[in-house]
């Protein structure tokens, strides 16, 4: 395996100038009154700028500016606004390499899942931009008495919503859930993690440039204890990427408040192999399934299940892949692998692997840290994990997976449904009907057969139990962003 230690100095990309890091902090609103964020280049640890940390009253005050901007933005017509979305599209393309080289600084990905996430907010603009007018269109629907009576359905926008942002794609989630959003007429107000607001800030900016008004997309930043009653208890509506720990308190308080809320929360994902699947196909999946993004991917696959009858080939072909990954380092294409986002969530994901080692699993290979700047560890395979370890059913969200022995399909089915999560999961096999009906039977919200997991702006994206309520992308994620009011007309 290559892991070679990060290097004690990386030169920072020269697009990510101290100017810019200056100009967006300061897009965050604070009054300067609470102690600001160190936020730090992960590969490094060389501090960046210094983050401004909203008080209540902050986010009380982005919230009305908000409100104010939303309400001449919400007499525009739909035409109006998705001009503005025309325009960004195109700036979010051309500025595509400094998005991938902030998304890098903050995060410590590899190059090729910053680029992939740059892509995000484009797609997601293309799929509205040709379906949104249809989607917020008013639908006549049928009067009591008819010919005399006429009942439309009018979309109008709840208002301000207010985004809570993950770490692990701050610019796609802090900007694609807003898409929406903003086109169906509603202000926006956003908390980013602290350790990755930088790139959502950035892409604000190029909305503006594109002509949304300012004022209609407000920052806000703290950690959640601090920010999150008062951010919650000025919006309209509140979208949620994240723990499930904090989606209950959000969503709790939500319902004190009579609002809605989308909570996109962990998995515990299951990958069950038939016994006629192809094996290396199999492996390449996985590889990117437990891997990607260093594991950090709320659908990475975390519990492998196995026909007694293709185990060992699985096991070998999976450990030799597993240790040819490149992990270091670099602001290009070369590694495989890029760092976890902090020493913190580093020592977490380190914590499961030596309790399950401890309590008697077995590490097929990985599980030690790299030396040297960053929070690097080496993916990590294991076996003979029991309920009594924590990496059996707790959400390890890092380059971490487990591999089972089952005796058949249902054995397999009936592991997967068993955990409290309910993402996502993927069926292999060369009997394609087979595979349909084994997916079926998952207890998740989204099941894919032969591929682990992409994503379209199209398709319904959420979980089910302690994975989330409410649905992103397609009609689902418009919907979410509007009331429907009834107007009905009777004709004297």
Known sequence: MTTMPAPTRLDRPASVTDELLARLAGRVSSDGSMAPWQLTEVYTGEKLVELPQSSPADIERAFAAARVAQAEWARRSVEDRLAVFKRAHSLFLDNAQRTADLIQVESG??????????????MVMGHYLKRAKKLLAPTTRGGPVPFLTTSTEVRVPKGVVGIIGPWNFPFATGISDAISALMAGNGIVLKPDNKTALSPLWGIEMLEQAGLPKGLFQV????????????????????????????????????????????????????????????????QGAIFGAFGNTGQICMHIERMYLPRSRYEEFKAKFVRATEALDVRAAYDFGPDLGSLVSVDHMERVKSHVDDAVAKGATLLTGGKKIDGPGAFVEPTLLADVTPDMRAYGEELFGPAGVIYKVADADAAITLANESPFGLSGSVWSADLDGARAVAEQLDVGMAFVNEHGTTLPGLPFGGIKRSGVGRELGPWGMDEFVNKKLVRVSKK
Request: glycine share 14%; hydrophobic share 35%; with cysteine.
């Open 220 to 283: 806000v930043c703290g950690e959640g204890g601090d920010v999150g009653p008062t951010f919650i208890d000025n919006a309209n509506y509140v979208m949620f990427t994240g723990s499930t720990a904090t989606g209950r308190v959000i969503g709790e308080r939500c319902g004190r408040n009579l609002i809605g809320c989308c909570l996109e929360l962990g998995g515990k994902n299951p990958m069950i192999v038939l016994e006629d699947a192809d094996l290396d196909e199999v492996v």
């Open 109 to 122: 990905k590899n190059r090729r899942m910053a680029i992939e996430e740059t892509c995000d907010p484009p």
